[in-house]
């Protein structure tokens, strides 16, 4: 006859191999459960991380060009004195006006570079369509081609940024 406990043993056993095996594939789903959420935690904070430069570099920038809109409007009204006031050098030298008008023309020049505001030399200049505009080809012996023959309107930036590009005419070289 068989004994009654040896058909347990292996019963008995079998079920605590199951127990175990259910318990390890438990603890591995629950490992890769918690990695997954320990790499959703690093994104995040990452994300977050870029989220916060990112604000601070735009605040910057609107710190920076705060006044762009404001120096866009000026820029007519000093290139308008300027007409008027080399009109006034054409007609009379040495008048109190004139010289009234060129201390003014000295205060707007130095308020505009105070307020980050640079002019592009353009006359001379190899063509750089990020900072001149073309509005005419011309042709020169002593400019070479591709290079500003003449600067009809005065460019400016504001530090690095384009605030209105150089409207010029560009050499098309010795005639031939």
């Known amino acids: 006859m068989s004994n009654p406990q040896s058909t347990e043993k292996p019963e008995a056993a079998a079920e605590s191999e199951e127990a175990e095996i259910t318990e390890s594939q438990e603890s591995v789903q ?12 690093l994104r995040g904070q990452a994300d977050f991380e870029n989220f916060r430069k990112r604000a601070a570099r735009e605040k910057e920038d609107a710190v920076r060009y705060a006044n762009a809109a404001f120096l866009d409007r000026l820029i007519p009204i000093f290139d308008n004195f300027e007409l008027g006031l080399n009109a006034a050098r054409s007609s009379a030298e040495n008048s109190p006006i004139l010289l009234g008008m060129d201390m003014v023309s000295k205060q707007l020049n130095d308020f505009l570079l ?10 001379g200049a190899k063509f750089d369509p990020n900072l001149h505009e073309a509005v005419a080809q011309e042709v020169s012996d002593s400019i070479p081609e ?13 530090k ?17």
């Open 146 to 158: 591709g290079h500003v023959v003449r600067q009809l309107r005065r460019g400016y930036k504001l």
């Open 30 to 41: 629950l490992q890769k459960e918690m990695e997954r959420f320990r790499d959703m935690a």
């Open 114 to 123: 105070q307020s980050g505001v640079e002019p592009i030399v353009a006359e």
């Open 160 to 176: 690095d940024r384009l605030l209105r590009p150089s409207t010029v005419i560009v050499s098309k070289g010795a005639a031939e």
